[in-house]
């Protein structure tokens, strides 16, 4: 058979699997810490965006406007290549990690934030009545509550942070999209390529999204 | 009488009847049949590669790629202006020509064995040799240099199977990074990601700046050719027919003239295309 899927095609992509699984490795490396740093930012910042600190607050709102409404093309674009031009260089695996836990933590806020706002007033008023300072509160009453409202929404942007880590290879990420394109632009080899990119991509993202479903499934439950 | 008269007419009859015959067996490919049905000529190019397929903001495609393009339309169609241009990119043309949706590529697109297994590329009408673009201040003179530099390269080009094994004979390890486009390329050389910007000369002249500077080394000759589906034997053999008159005639240096490009060694480009053929086959024979 000839075309983009014939057998010799397939056959040539299991051989080269070695070279994608190095690329999955490093689509892993990036999401994960990634991942970690946008739910440092999105927490703190979801916090901050509750209380009180005026000019803090106004701050976090032109952080997450800049990072909500420009593509992350270009933001990766700005740390790869204009940074270094300001004389901050960053490897190509940190250039990712802050990339997508910038971008990624922008939504975090607002996901972190609206979640304490869903937890009634009165348990605010009820632990201060009980004599509970303000860290208090949050640390023991609302932030459990607040995870719980929010948790499904954030496994959505860590699904997000997955797939759009495929954005470094236009900055030669040497993650799993970058082997996929440097792969098959030489040899011409598309097909078994790209099916066997989405399904390595499907492996992690997967089984994060049936997580986030089973959380809303059980949160309604308990409701 | 009468009967030499019918005598005459059923041998013309005969003779009608074998012409038409001989006729519709030149146009019976089915492909160049399509084509003239269709009554336009579908070519992928570039258009982003002055001098080969380049664009102007919404305006007409132009460059040595385009006028071979037209060349075959008038040679298929009778008209060099019955073609419609489609810009490819490096990860769009193959699907292209899988679909069915173009007729061939004419995108600087260089034949290499393995991708003769995927695609069927005409004889070569360009051939390139990859240079060096390095920046003025980075101490870098020859490829001799260049132990333990990245070099930066376009994706699903060919220039890394070029350099390879010439830092392997000088002993040096260098380090490829491959980028979607070339303006990504130097982008990556102006801010220091890369040391080096590497493709096809022809190309890199377009980007020598105040700041860079070309070195003079030369690496593996890069021929360019049309590619088309597999098995599309009958646009292939037109397209060879075509290049090898327009060589003959001394039409393609007056083309490449016309198009500014470098001069081509017609003998080195033969004996590379013969090689590389060769290469296909064997490479086809081990899997």
Same mark, same amino acid.
């Given at each position: 058979m000839n075309g983009p899927f014939s057998i010799a095609n397939w056959r040539a992509w299991f051989n080269a699997a070695p070279l994608f699984m190095r690329g999955y490795g490093q689509t892993l490396l990036i999401s994960l810490w990634g991942l970690v740093f946008a739910l440092i930012i999105g927490i703190l910042a979801g916090v901050a965006l509750t209380g009180r600190n005026r000019p803090l607050k106004l701050f976090l709102r032109g952080y997450m406007s800049f990072f909500q409404n420009t593509p992350l093309m270009i933001q990766v674009f700005i740390l790869y290549n204009v940074l270094p031009k300001l004389g901050v260089r960053m490897g190509v695996v940190t250039v990712g990690v802050v990339g997508l836990a910038l971008y990624t933590g922008a939504y975090a806020a607002d996901i972190v934030a609206s979640a304490i706002r869903a937890v009634p007033w009165g348990q605010t008023e009820a632990a201060e009545s009980q004599g509970l300072s303000r860290v208090q509160t949050l640390v023991f009453v609302i932030l459990p509550q607040a995870v719980k409202v929010g948790l499904p929404s954030m496994t959505n942007q860590a699904v997000n942070l997955v797939k759009n880590s495929s954005i470094m290879a236009v900055i030669a990420g040497g993650e799993l999209m970058y082997v996929a394109d440097s792969w098959s632009g030489s040899n011409l080899i598309y097909g078994p390529t790209f099916v066997m990119t989405a399904v390595l991509y499907l492996t992690i993202c997967l089984p994060i999204s049936l997580f986030a479903r089973w959380l809303e499934k059980r949160s309604v439950r308990n409701v | 009488m009468k009967q030499n008269l019918s005598r005459i007419l059923t041998l013309a009859l005969a003779l009608m009847l074998v012409l038409t015959a001989f006729a519709s067996a030149e146009t019976v490919d089915p492909a160049i049949a399509a084509i003239q049905a269709r009554g336009k000529l579908l070519v992928g190019v570039k258009a982003?590669?002055? *001098?080969f397929g380049y664009q102007e903001l919404g305006g007409d495609f132009e460059g040595l790629e385009i006028d071979l393009a037209k060349k075959l339309a008038q040679k298929i169609l009778g008209d060099p202006n019955k073609i419609e241009f489609t810009a490819v990119t490096a990860k769009t043309r193959g699907p292209l020509l899988d679909t069915g949706e173009l007729d061939l590529i004419l995108a600087t697109f260089t034949i290499m064995p393995d991708r003769l297994l995927q695609y069927d590329f005409s004889a070569p009408y360009f051939v390139d040799a990859v240079g060096l673009l390095v920046k003025?201040? *980075?101490?870098?003179?020859? +490829?001799?240099? +260049?132990?333990g530099k990245t070099v930066g390269v376009a994706q699903s080009s060919s220039t890394r199977a070029a350099l390879e094994p010439a830092a392997e004979e000088l002993g040096i390890k260098v380090e490829f990074l491959e980028f979607p486009t070339y303006p990504d390329i130097k982008a990556a050389l102006d801010s220091g990601r890369v040391d080096c910007f590497s493709v096809d000369k022809a190309i890199l &002249?377009?980007?020598?700046?105040? &700041?860079v500077v070309l070195l003079a080394d030369s690496f593996n000759a890069q021929p360019y050719g049309a590619a088309l589906k597999k098995g599309n034997a009958g646009l292939l053999a037109v397209v060879d027919e075509l290049i090898a008159q327009l060589r003959a005639s001394g039409e393609m240096d007056e083309l490449m003239a016309k198009n500014d490009r470098p001069e081509v060694n017609w003998d080195e480009v033969d004996a590379y295309h013969e090689s590389l053929w060769a290469e296909a086959e064997a490479l086809a024979a081990q899997q």
């Open positions: - | 982003d590669v002055p *001098g003025k201040d *980075g101490g870098l003179a020859s +490829f001799a240099d +260049f132990d &002249t377009g980007y020598v700046d105040d &700041t």
